[in-house]
């Protein structure tokens, strides 16, 4: 590389932090004029609003712990179980799925509360509700959506990556010391066998066996219908309401109407954790710095390609 070069790129790279450094002070002194958020003070008696927004999984996306937060949701249906002045769960949700062990943790949860309390569980749905957030409503005894939403895509996903054919082109060299023949299966640098795919396929097979008796008991449907519907594709609002995927096409505020109708008492939403000013000032210089396009797929790799077992919308 010759000296023009050279200058050339360290004249581009003082641009970029210069322009970074610009952007990260005006976010700082936007984010921390913000006054904090308010919770709206909690009526004698009331529904609680539950999100399920974003990929659900345990711990956070993010270092400003945004989107759904699984310990935490947890903890506070236990909470409400024991609440005297709750009515009701209200799950407002935005999700395109996500693991298949939380999707169930979370389900069961929420079938524990009804079984404990008798209060209802009403389920609305924004844009998307796929997969694993399809699965988690199916404890409500009631489920809403949006006209212009998304939902079902009723099925399991695994998926990994393989990376041998980059490798070789990289000089990389994959060293797997394993305790038997199927110990290393799903690495990224190995070929699948059929017997790796034979095994996950089974692991696949079993996850959705246990979805589609989820979805055929909380609609009241046969386990025949259930799997003519549920092959794995996305079903808008009105297609939903034909085959009993949901009860009604409405709008938020509507819902939210008849949860009050039916419970006799008023929403009451409390923020399952606030992120600190700190928090969202990372946040949001992680989302301005620029990078690599290797730490780009290797973040896609993460996120899409887990190897783990998903009740999660193919992205």
Known sequence: MNSRNIKRNILISAASITVCIVLLFAIGIAKFNDTDVKTAEKPEKSFAVINVIGTIQSGNEGSARVGYD???????????????????????????????????????????????TG????AYFNGTACSGAYYISCAADYISQNRNGWTGSIGVIISTTNLSGLYEKLGIQEVLIVSGGNKGMGSAGSEMT????????????????????IVAQGRNLTEERTREIADGRVYSALQAKEIDLIDEVQSYED??????????????????????????????IEAVMPKSDMQMAAEIAAKSHSGVPMYMVAE
């Open 70 to 116: 699984h310990n935490a949701t947890i903890k506070y249906i236990d909470q409400l179980i024991e609440d005297e002045t709750n009515t009701g769960i209200f799950l407002d949700v935005d999700s395109g799925g996500g693991t298949v062990y939380e999707s169930d943790e979370t389900y069961l949860k929420l079938m524990e509360y009804k079984e404990k």
């Open 119 to 122: 209060r209802p569980i009403h």
């Open 194 to 213: 059929d017997e790796h795919i034979a095994i996950y396929q089974s692991l696949v097979d079993e996850a959705y066996d246990q979805f589609v008796g």
């Open 255 to 284: 819902a939210v109407a008849y949860m009050e109708e039916v419970t006799g008492s008023e929403k009451y939403y409390k923020p399952l954790y606030t992120p600190t000013k700190w928090e969202k000032l990372m946040a949001d």
